[in-house]
């Protein structure tokens, strides 16, 4: 099912530079489709972001796919993933061959992800908590990805990284940010390059925006 449009979904983000193949390979096999509401099935492999409740949505497969690449991960690497959603990320990542920890701080959203991913077979282990603090009692983390927007780089993340490990993560205001690629050098030391023009729903927590203010 949907086996044209998966073929023509990774032509496109090939044309658009996604060269891992890793990561293209997962996209082509992860069904989508499977991670949407009803209504929007039709529209899977469209390379659109696409509302999946309660203000939500599941990223651009370009997004996911940009994102994933920039960690630059081996197989059975050791990623954290702030804001689980649909568990489309999550599920890409497991394809990859990695050993995903998810947080989800909407308890609709989390509980809805945790089944899905236990119904399909795909091994995450899922929280429903704060992610801006990260999830220390498994840290240190080969790779973060952040797959909502902030107005600063969490400190608890840079700290749950390990040396040479990376966090992705957009940080601007409310309506758009720039992907931010923070590379750990050792302990006290961090490199980080901006990528712009790319817009997230908010980040909320202890270490990203406050509830109240949105």
Same mark, same amino acid.
């Given at each position: 099912?949907?086996?044209? #449009?998966?073929?023509?979904?990774?032509?496109?983000?090939? #044309?658009?530079?996604?060269?891992?193949?890793?990561?293209?390979?997962?996209?082509?096999?992860? #069904?989508?489709?499977?991670?949407?509401?009803?209504?929007?099935?039709?529209?899977?492999?469209?390379?659109?972001?696409? =509302? !999946? &409740?309660? &203000?939500?949505?599941?990223?651009?497969?370009?997004?996911?796919?940009?994102?994933?690449?920039?960690?630059?991960?081996?197989?059975?690497?050791?990623?954290? /993933?702030?804001?689980?959603?649909?568990?489309?990320?999550?599920? !890409?990542?497991?394809?990859?061959?990695?050993?995903?920890?998810? !947080?989800?701080?909407?308890?609709?959203?989390?509980?809805?992800?945790?089944?899905?991913?236990?119904?399909?077979? $795909?091994?995450?282990?899922?929280?429903? &908590?704060?992610?801006?603090?990260?999830?220390?009692?498994?840290?240190?983390?080969?790779?973060? $990805?952040?797959?909502?927007?902030?107005?600063?780089? =969490?400190?608890?993340?840079?700290?749950?990284?390990? !040396?040479? &490990?990376?966090?992705?993560?957009?940080?601007?205001?409310?309506?758009?940010?720039?992907?931010?690629?923070?590379?750990?050098?050792?302990?006290?030391?961090?490199?980080? /390059?901006?990528?712009? /023009?790319?817009?997230?729903?908010?980040?909320?927590?202890?270490?990203?925006?406050?509830?109240?203010?949105?």
């Amino acid at each position: 099912m949907y086996k044209r #449009e998966r073929e023509e979904l990774i032509n496109k983000l090939r #044309e658009k530079g996604i060269y891992d193949p890793l990561v293209l390979k997962a996209i082509s096999e992860v #069904e989508r489709h499977k991670f949407v509401p009803e209504p929007m099935k039709h529209h899977a492999y469209k390379d659109i972001a696409l =509302p !999946i &409740g309660s &203000g939500q949505t599941i990223s651009q497969p370009y997004t996911v796919a940009f994102m994933t690449q920039a960690l630059k991960l081996k197989p059975d690497s050791k990623v954290l /993933e702030v804001g689980t959603g649909s568990g489309y990320q999550a599920a !890409i990542l497991v394809r990859m061959g990695m050993r995903v920890y998810s !947080i989800e701080r909407q308890f609709d959203i989390y509980s809805r992800a945790q089944k899905l991913l236990e119904k399909l077979g $795909i091994r995450v282990h899922v929280k429903y &908590g704060d992610g801006t603090i990260g999830w220390e009692e498994f840290a240190p983390f080969d790779g973060i $990805i952040v797959t909502a927007g902030s107005p600063d780089v =969490p400190k608890s993340l840079k700290k749950q990284l390990s !040396i040479g &490990g990376k966090l992705v993560i957009p940080v601007g205001d409310r309506s758009s940010q720039k992907l931010v690629i923070v590379t750990k050098i050792d302990e006290n030391n961090f490199e980080q /390059e901006s990528i712009p /023009e790319f817009s997230f729903v908010p980040l909320i927590g202890r270490e990203g925006w406050k509830e109240e203010y949105l």
